[in-house]
């Protein structure tokens, strides 16, 4: 069973030299699958224009200090997934760090499905950012008179489809999630950098995938995903406040196992939870649910995909055809 444990070899191996991998290694990629037919149509601030026309100034903010916001969706046979609980995200984020959001959130809908619609897309995937807008070189954000509202519609492959059949492998990093008294994790700020050098940190280690701690020791989530382990034929996964980010895939995982009938607890998870699990699982918008099988070089359970793993990422696929606001009506 599964206590809760504070550091348990508090912190991580700094990686001095790309580790050698016996496979190739195929790092996650936030990018379209394919070359678009035809350029893409963004939505800033009101307006429809080409992607070669869409930019914003270099006096934003979102630029100059990362000062803004982002959703990352979904949307599948011509559905958007879980559009509602992405936007009460986005201005609960906005809220948080004092954004006033420029639309309501019936203008916001509108605006994103009108996106998609425009790229003639029924798949895919949706980048909604919000910066804080036009300011000057100084820090204060009272320059910035009004923020900007930026959505692009297209389509990515965060991993490959062998990863999501044989499962990634992940490494602890040196980089800690930046604690709530710092930048609170649940506000997703254009500020990646915790994120991105965790991720810098895991590729040259030749791993999928980074496993951030908190500064207590434990687990807090990936670069980019939530993370669940199973034990026993029961589901733990690290709690919010471990700086885990109250995902949205996470929350749909939560439903999946009330109805396949797993217990599914909050608990503070350590590496040593990881190196001794049966199955290990990862969620997220982009990822969507993948299965783990190895970490820090130990072989999670059988070394392949296990059957709660499964079944959770065979009921999330069915979930995500069958629901989810229409594009098209």
């Keep these: 069973m599964l206590t809760k444990t504070t550091a348990d070899g508090a912190g991580a191996t700094l990686v001095a030299e790309p580790r050698k991998t016996s496979r190739a290694v195929k790092p996650a990629n936030e990018s379209v699958t394919k070359k678009a037919a035809k350029p893409l149509t963004i939505f800033i601030d009101g307006e429809f224009v080409a992607e070669e026309d869409a930019k914003i100034s270099v006096f934003d903010h979102g630029l100059l200090y990362g000062d803004g916001i982002f959703e990352g969706i979904r949307f599948y046979n011509g559905r958007v997934f879980r559009l509602k609980d992405h936007l009460d995200r986005l201005w609960d984020s906005a809220r948080s760090i004092c954004l006033e959001i420029p639309m309501s959130h019936g203008e916001m809908t509108e605006a994103l499905l009108e996106t998609i619609r425009k790229n003639d897309l029924r798949d895919g995937y949706i980048r909604l950012i919000v910066t804080r807008g036009v300011g000057n070189l100084g820090l204060n954000p009272a320059q910035c008179k009004r923020p900007s509202v930026i959505i692009i519609a297209t389509t990515i492959a965060l991993y490959s489809a062998e990863m999501y059949q044989n499962g990634l492998t992940v490494v602890t990093v040196p980089t800690h999630r930046t604690g709530p008294g710092a930048l609170n994790p649940a506000v997703k700020s254009l500020n ?19 496993l951030m701690l908190n500064d207590q020791g434990c687990i807090a989530e990936c670069t980019a995903d939530n993370i669940f382990v199973i034990k026993r034929g029961e589901i733990f996964t690290p709690p919010i406040t471990a700086g885990a980010l109250r995902g949205i895939t996470r929350s749909v995982v939560f439903e999946i196992a009330a109805e396949l009938g797993i217990k599914i607890s909050e608990v503070d998870i350590s590496r040593h939870d990881v190196f001794i699990a049966d199955e290990c699982l990862l969620s997220g918008t982009a990822a969507e649910v993948i299965p783990v099988i190895r970490a820090d070089g130990r072989v999670i359970g059988t070394g392949k995909p296990g059957p709660i793993s499964l079944r959770t990422i065979a009921r999330f696929r069915e979930i995500t055809r069958e629901g989810g606001t229409p594009i098209y009506s």
């Design 192 to 210: 990646y950098l915790n994120n991105v050098m965790a991720r810098i940190e895991a590729n040259l280690s030749g791993a999928d995938e980074a």
